[in-house]
Structures are given as structure tokens and as C-alpha cells.
């Protein structure tokens, strides 16, 4: 049973939009906190909450989940732990990628409560988790620039009306966008992000910058915010993030000499030595094939693929900042070959275990082999109420209350396009956050959990 089956009824009224009915059933787990899986518990009460626009409850939430991030990776006798037996019967430790987005959420949470301060306390925690994970990773192509990050804090930075920061946080993040955003996830900075980029370096006296990008990015420099005007930073999140299942891959076991034990599976070109002791070695007995499960992402493909608002005096198109799907797959993918060998290894020292008690007792072999099989189960474990993809745009109009015509467009299922009405009041000379989270996934997305 995957993690998303076991949690099947939070799922499914989260998905469908029962906020209250999802926390309800968070809330009634009195053993929730202290389950190996709390850090997930934590982060779906945090996003509930703030979906229900209760942001202090959230951020409460939010800040058990940092605390859970900071004290686990202080405590390396978890690593071993998850190494020596299943990773699934270990405590959950989070991936990379969620605990950078634990405080992002409490950033939102606090830019919806007008507290731009303590917002860029926690964009800053996010770049220093970047940092932490970055050091964990040796290979030249590792993910280690956030894009998204430095945008942020460069949002927050202008919503304060600090544009000298906003600028150069504006600045990091359109490199990150094309240096390596473009050519990883095939994202190149947003046209919003550009705007924004010349209208701070204008507002910063910046003007041979200014010129440089009018003509990198062929746009004139917009015009600064009238003085009976207000802005709104509008934030999409779109669909669903991906939830994990497992796949299982068979190895071909070849032994050679001085202890040495050669794992093949020649299809998908995976080629792991070890060596093992002479004892478990031996073990192997007659065993020539090895079956080894771990985990993958399903993505649960987007419905909507575009968006716009329309309100009396102007629209703007939402523009994707963050590809939270293609981040998460991307991060597993770099740690699934030191995780491959490491479930290998673990698996192999088992069976042949197991080998060794067959040479004293075939019912204890068996026990021992019905054991193994259960404990060995990939770790389905995720955030699964996280949005799919980031998008934002800004909103300007003359000071009063507005009423947004947000329109969510499919690319691919026309007849599910839809209209969302949402209100507004803009405040002359402030800005505002509102954010919106769609549920929705392509009709194609086939759930696998749902087939066992």
C-alpha cells in the first residue's frame, strides 16, 4: 500500500476542495505529531490552514516542520538507521525540494498579513537551506541555484518599495532563469520578472542597466505606479505536485574474485560492485538474480496551462516561476544511484541471511524470507498537497475595491476552461497578496494508486 492509499481520505478531500473536511481528519490523528511521517503531517495541517486563510495556525504549523528539518539533519543516526533496515520503517526526513517550500509557505502566510519583515526572514531561511542541501550533492551537474528563491526576495524587496534590493535580487534570479533554469527545466525567466527587472533599476537610478535590458530583452520600461494606484501580487498555484509509487528492477548477480560481487542489469545499463565478506558471500549460495524495489514521482499532469486576470482597467497573464514537479523528479533522480547501491547492498546482505538460516531450517528460511519481503517496500512517502507549478503576475489599479476575473485555460481539454471571481480592494500606494491554488489535474492522469 502506497503512502497516498493509506491517507486516501485526506487526499481525496483535499483534492476536491473540502479544506474543512481535510483538516478535520489531520486534526483528529492524535498520534499525528509523532508518527514517523510527522514532518508530512506538519506541512499538510500548514497548508490547509493557509488554504482556510488561517496563517498564524499555518505558520505554526510551518515552523514545527522547520524545526523537524533543522533537528533531523543534526541527527546523523538517522541516516544510518534508514540505511541498515527499509528507509519506509525510518522516520520520514523530507525531501530537499519540501523543506525549501516549508518556509516559502510561512513567506506567503506573512505577505498576506501585510508583514513584509518577517517574510524576508523566512525567503532568506530558504536560501540558506539551498546551501545546506547543495554541500550533500558531489556531481558537477547538481541542481544548487534556486531561481525561484531569489525571485522572492525580490518580490518581497519591492513590495517594501526598497527597489535598489529588489534589483539586484531581481538581477540573481533572471541569471539563475537562463543559466540554468533554461537549459534543466527548459524555463526561461518570465516576461513579468523582466518587466520588473528594468522598472527597479529605473525606480533605482540605474539607467545604463536600464538601457542594457530594453535592448537584451527588446520592451520599453513601464510606467511607475500612478499616484491614486495600488498593487496586488497575484500568486497561482496550479494542480498537483507528483506522489511517489514504487518500481522494481531485477540485477543479475556475477561473483568474482577477492569478496567482490557484481550487480548487472545490462537494460538499463546499472552496474554496482561491493564487497561483501567472505561469509555473506558464500550466503549468495546459488542465487543469480536479485529483485530490488525503489521509489519514482507519477506526475499528475496539469489541467490548466495557462492563465490570465481581467479586472476594470487592465489584465495580466500569469507567468510560471517555479516547476515544482519537474524540481522534485529532478532532485530524486540525482540521489537515485547512491540510494540504488545503497538498497542493493541492504537487500543482498538479507537474502543472503536468509541462505544461511535455509542451511538450518527451511521454516525459519521462510519466515525469514516472508519477513524481508515486507520490510522491503520502496518508501512512497511525499508532500503530496503541493502545488504542481508556481505562477504569479502583478496587478495595478486606481485605489478601491475590484472585482478579478481570473480565466484558467487547458490547452489540451478546452471544455474544462474555467472562470474564477475573486474580489479585491486596492489600497493606494500598497501592495496586496493574493494567492489561488487549483486543484485541478488533466483527465488523462490515470492515478496508479488507485489500481491496487
Known sequence: MTYYQRYREFNQSFENGNLEQAKKLLVADDKGENRKSRFLYFTNLGVVNSMLSNYEESNAWFEKAYIFGEDYRKNYLNYAASFLTNPKMTVYPGEDHEHLLVPYYKAINYLKQGNFEAALVEARRMDIR????????????????????????????????DYNNAFIAYRNAYNTYENEYKTRFGLSAPDQLKKDLLRTAKLSGFYTEVEQYEREFKMKTPDPLASNEGRVLFIWHNGLGPVKDEWAINFVIIKGAGGVVNFQNEELGLNFNFVMSSDDKSSLGDLRTLRVVFPKYVERELLFTDASVQWEGGSSRLFKAEPVNDIARQLLKQRMLKEMGESLLRVAIKKAAEQAIRQQSEGAAVAASIINMATEQADTRNWQTLPHSIYYTWLEGEEGKKDLNLKLL???????????????????GRTKVLTYHSLDVSPRYNPVMDSY
Not at 547543495?134 to 547538481?142: E, F, L, T
Not at 525571485?151 to 518599495?161: E, F, H, M, Q, V
Not at 487547458?410 to 493606494?428: M, T
Open 410 to 428: 487547458s490547452s489540451r481539454f478546452s471544455s474544462y476552461n474555467s472562470q474564477k471571481n475573486i474580489s479585491v480592494e486596492f489600497e493606494k
Open 130 to 161: 539551498l546551501n545546506q542541501f547543495s554541500d550533500k550533492y558531489k556531481s558537477d551537474n547538481k541542481f544548487q541555484e534556486d531561481a525561484f528563491i531569489d525571485l522572492l526576495i525580490g518580490l518581497i524587496y519591492d513590495a517594501s518599495k
